[in-house]
């Protein structure tokens, strides 16, 4: 079900791809052992998740609509409305061109300094990066979903709605190890911090009044694109 559910997402079917394209590249231009460079885009991708999260993702809300509305469809509607499968991912018109971008740049970069920079691009990139973040999509719909899980899918789970529930400043990691970053970079809940600290005033709507003209407007705008219902629209609303 779960499998389904993530490869009905056009982004999740695009990235699957880039991963097949890089292991081509990788197998036809480069070396047996430019694959050892797999963990560092694991690395890159890690805290590729954890800054866009952060930085980008949790940015003041826009006061024009239009940017708001960008911004709800990456990750504000997914706060406002954290049941909804079709905000559990990424949107391809922000997955794609981050990936682009990646890629292209880190190939430019290294053909200034090495003939092997598309394979290793398509490696850390392609291998490395995108199936990391894939990872990232599978851990992070599950954490949303109520299914059996194993420990690991748990432990996500655990701080992944800590950081929905409890005060959205915090645990901007999804990926299993991620906690490590927030860790570094003081983003983390302890489990004393936990106990005494009160639950963030409108914490579905990251600090937003849920009436604010701009949430309003993103609900109705975005009602049928992810199915929102007249119901829940009005809940979503009630101060």
């Given at each position: 079900?779960?499998?389904?559910?993530?490869?009905?997402?056009?982004?999740?079917?695009?990235?699957?791809?880039?991963?097949?394209?890089?292991a081509?590249?990788?197998?036809?231009?480069?070396p047996?052992?430019?694959?050892?460079?797999?963990?560092?885009?694991?690395?890159?991708?890690?805290?590729?998740?954890?800054?866009?999260?952060?930085?980008?993702?949790?940015?003041?809300a826009?006061?024009?609509?239009?940017?708001?509305?960008?911004?709800?469809?990456?990750?504000?509607?997914?706060?406002?409305?954290?049941?909804?499968?079709?905000?559990?991912?990424?949107?391809?018109?922000?997955?794609?061109?981050?990936?682009?971008?990646?890629?292209?740049?880190?190939?430019?970069?290294?053909?200034?300094?090495?003939?092997?920079?598309?394979?290793?691009?398509?490696?850390?990139?392609?291998?490395?990066?995108?199936?990391?973040?894939?990872?990232?999509?599978?851990?992070?719909?599950?954490?949303?979903?109520?299914?059996?899980?194993?420990?690991?899918?748990?432990?996500?789970?655990?701080?992944?709605?800590?950081?929905?529930?409890?005060?959205?400043?915090?645990?901007?990691?999804?990926?299993?190890?991620?906690?490590?970053?927030?860790?570094?970079?003081?983003?983390?809940i302890?489990?004393?911090?936990?106990?005494?600290?009160?639950?963030?005033?409108f914490?579905?709507?990251?600090?937003?009044?849920?009436?604010?003209?701009?949430?309003?407007s993103?609900?109705?705008?975005?009602?049928?694109?992810?199915?929102?219902?007249?119901?829940?629209?009005?809940?979503?609303?009630?101060?």
């Amino acid at each position: 079900m779960r499998l389904k559910l993530m490869f009905s997402h056009i982004a999740v079917q695009l990235m699957a791809a880039a991963i097949v394209i890089g292991a081509v590249i990788a197998f036809k231009t480069g070396p047996a052992w430019v694959w050892m460079l797999v963990p560092l885009g694991v690395m890159t991708q890690m805290l590729n998740e954890y800054s866009i999260h952060r930085y980008l993702f949790h940015l003041k809300a826009p006061k024009k609509q239009w940017l708001f509305d960008l911004l709800y469809q990456v990750h504000y509607g997914h706060h406002d409305f954290p049941t909804n499968k079709g905000l559990f991912f990424v949107p391809v018109w922000f997955a794609l061109p981050m990936l682009c971008f990646n890629f292209t740049a880190l190939w430019f970069v290294l053909s200034f300094i090495t003939p092997l920079a598309l394979p290793i691009a398509a490696i850390v990139i392609l291998i490395g990066g995108v199936g990391t973040f894939l990872f990232y999509e599978w851990f992070h719909m599950t954490a949303h979903m109520n299914v059996p899980k194993v420990w690991v899918e748990r432990h996500v789970t655990t701080l992944h709605n800590q950081h929905h529930f409890r005060d959205f400043s915090k645990w901007f990691h999804v990926s299993p190890g991620g906690h490590v970053i927030d860790r570094v970079m003081g983003t983390a809940i302890n489990r004393e911090a936990l106990k005494q600290q009160q639950r963030m005033e409108f914490i579905r709507t990251m600090g937003l009044s849920p009436d604010d003209p701009r949430l309003v407007s993103a609900r109705l705008r975005f009602a049928d694109k992810y199915g929102f219902t007249e119901a829940e629209i009005e809940r979503a609303a009630v101060v």
